[in-house]
Structure formats: C-alpha cells, structure tokens
C-alpha cells in the first residue's frame, strides 16, 4: 500500500497523542519516524509504532517525561530522559549539543533512562543543519554475540557521523555495528525470506539464515561476522558505542539493557537506568572556515563519485545517497508499506479509536 507522507504522519502524531504525549512530542515522535520511512529505513520507521505502544501499555515508557540535565561543564552534560520516548528524548539531548557548540565550539552529551531512539542520522542531521558535523550513537537490547561467543552481550548499537557539505548533500554515516540490524531480520520475518550468511549464528554458534534464528536462542554476528572477516572489529565498535552510551550516561549497558519487546521483562536489579545514547555537535568553523571546508567536501564527493568502477554500470555510492533518493521519491509517490505493517497500524487504529490507514495515492 502507498500511503502519503502527510497522510501517514497525521496517523502517526495520533496515535502518539491518544498515548498521552503532548502536541509538540508527538509531532516530534512522528518526524522522528517518517524521516525513517522517508529515507527508505522502513526497519525503523512506523513498524516500530505498535512497539512503542506495547511498551507504553507495560508502563515502561513515560509519555509526559520530566526531560532535564543531570550534571554538566561548560561543553558536556548527562540527560535524565525520565523514560521518555528516545524519539523525543535523543533530539532534546542534541539540541544541548547544538546550544554548547555554539558557545564553545563543540558539546557532548550522554543520555540515560531513555528508550529506542528512531535512526541515528535524524539526530546528527541536526547538527549538519547548523553548518556543524553531528554524532550519535545508541546502545539496544542485547542481540548480539561478541566475537567467539555464543551468548548475546551487545545490542546492535549503532552510529552516525554526518557532514556538511556545499552542492552536494551531506555525507551521512548510519549504520549497526552488528552485522546487520535487528529490524532487516523483522523485514525478512514479515516477507517470509531466509537472510545472508554471516548475519546470525544459530544457539550453538553455527550460522544460519533463519530470521526468526534470535528467537530460538541465537544471535546477530557483530560487523565483519566471524574473526576472519574482522568480526573483532564490530565487536570493539560496539563496545565503544555501549561505554559511551551507558557506561558513561548511567544508563544500562551489556546484557542488562532492557529489551525492546514488550513480551519479555527487563533484566532484575540492572546497573543503570533505561537505555543510554551519545549525541555531539562540532562547529566547523571551530576548525577552518565553514565555507572552505563544505567546498573541500564537494571536491571529496566529486572525487569519489567520479572513480573508476569494477563494472562501468556501477558506480560508488556516497553514503547517505541511496537514503536521499528514497526521499525524494517517497515525498513525491507515497511511502510504500508491506501488508503485515498496514494491518498492525490499523489494528492501532481500532484500538486508539482513530481513522484507518487506507491507500492514498
């Protein structure tokens, strides 16, 4: 089904108003999401709404959030997101980022007792917005086996960098440090496809491409999937991501990170509170001129762009591109929904009492 972005954002600030959230969360909540649909990360987008209602219904997220900041310096803070929806509770944390950069030249802040957050890029675009390059990284429930084991330690914990640039967009680095994310299994779950080699390892530690394999015991491989292949490299990626998004914030990490399922129990007497994040903001022009720099990132885009390629059909892609042209196409044509997600939205409709999706374009 091809919905309207207009159409499809209306629906989603609903549901999260009938939750309880004020106008302004909502229709943030709801950006936060649609940038994700918008981009082509459907794994992130509006099939993530009923997981975020499940949780709410377990009173494990607080949709009147008492937002506010812990302990700060002049260029860093750590976030108290009074389990608040991350989607609200992450730009807060980047927007301090932003305000700090823009008096000292850059500002780091950790954030706990929060929940999942949406796509990492949304938060650090943020900052691109401002002639700033933006960070931010997320630790998740533990999906992920680290290297030689078979129990789940990590979660999928992604990062992003993104760039300013001149004529070109900017140059935005999204991705899990797993070998690939939780919500590729759900797509393939949905579509009833088996998933690559080297994405997970049955509970024995053997690969499979089962998706529903994390439900019978296994686990998602970190980046590069076995040692061979530099698997110890995701795993230290990750680790990263997890020190500085909950070790640092006080949020939990490891395997105690609660889990984004509604239908299983966070872990009992957890170290830290909720999930945990890691935003900042970096002023360019801290650096060299703003101007300079985003006409070097041309020539850098240029450059690549124009590489000799293996085969001449295809050429290299710049990261964020891909996200960038499913934009411009789903503003313009619709968003394109599989049947299972438009039957789980419109079984929130039933439920919350508002108007069904249906097929507007």
């Known amino acids: 089904m091809l919905i309207s972005e207009p159409a499809l954002r209306a629906f989603t600030q609903n549901i999260f108003i009938a939750m ?7 229709a943030l909540a709801a950006d936060v999401l649609l940038k994700s649909d918008l981009r082509g990360i459907d794994s992130h987008g509006v099939a993530r709404l009923s997981g975020y209602t499940r949780l709410w219904e377990k009173q ?47 500002g780091w802040v950790s954030v706990r007792n929060s929940n999942h957050f949406g796509i990492a890029g949304y ?4 900052a691109v917005e401002k002639d700033m390059i933006g ?8 999906l992920v086996a680290p290297t030689f084991s078979n129990e789940r330690l990590l979660g999928t914990n992604p990062m992003c ?8 967009p900017p140059v935005i680095i999204d991705m899990a440090t797993s070998a690939a994310a939780n919500g590729k299994l759900e797509i393939a779950q949905r579509s009833g496809k088996q998933v690559p080699e080297g994405w997970i390892q049955d509970k024995q530690g053997n690969y499979t491409t089962d998706p529903h394999a994390l439900k019978t015991g296994g686990a998602l491989l970190p980046l590069g999937s076995d040692r061979e292949h530099g698997s110890h490299k995701g795993f230290g990626l990750s680790a990263t991501v997890d020190i500085l998004s909950g070790v640092l914030s006080g949020a ?14 966070p872990p009992v007497n957890p170290p830290g509170k909720g999930l ?7 002023r360019v022009d801290g650096f060299r001129p703003a101007d300079e720099f985003k006409a070097d990132m041309d020539n850098w885009i240029s450059r690549f762009k124009s590489s000799t390629t293996i085969d001449p059909a295809q050429k290299v892609i710049i990261p964020g591109e891909p996200e960038l042209e499913a934009e411009t196409d789903r503003i313009k044509n619709g968003i394109p929904l599989v049947d299972a997600v438009v039957n789980d939205l419109n079984e929130l409709a039933v ?11």
Not at 135 to 142: E, I, K, V, Y
Not at 161 to 168: H, I, L, N, R
Not at 276 to 282: D, E, R, S, T, Y
């Open 20 to 26: 309880g959230c004020s106008q302004a969360h909502a």
């Open 161 to 168: 960098y993104a760039f300013p640039a001149g004529k070109y």
């Open 60 to 106: 494990r997220i607080n949709t009147n959030p008492d937002i506010k900041i812990v302990h700060e310096t002049a260029t860093t803070a750590t976030v108290d997101g009074d389990a608040g929806l991350g989607l609200v509770v992450a730009p807060f944390a980047m927007q301090i980022a932003i305000e700090k950069a823009e008096k000292y030249g850059s």
């Open 135 to 142: 960070f931010a990284m997320t630790n998740a429930s533990p």
């Open 351 to 361: 439920k919350f009492k508002i108007e069904p999706l249906s097929f507007s374009f």
């Open 123 to 126: 938060h650090s675009l943020m």
């Open 276 to 282: 945990g994040h890691f935003v900042g903001a970096m």
């Open 252 to 265: 939990n990490y490891g395997p105690w990170v609660p889990p984004f399922v509604a239908f299983l129990e």
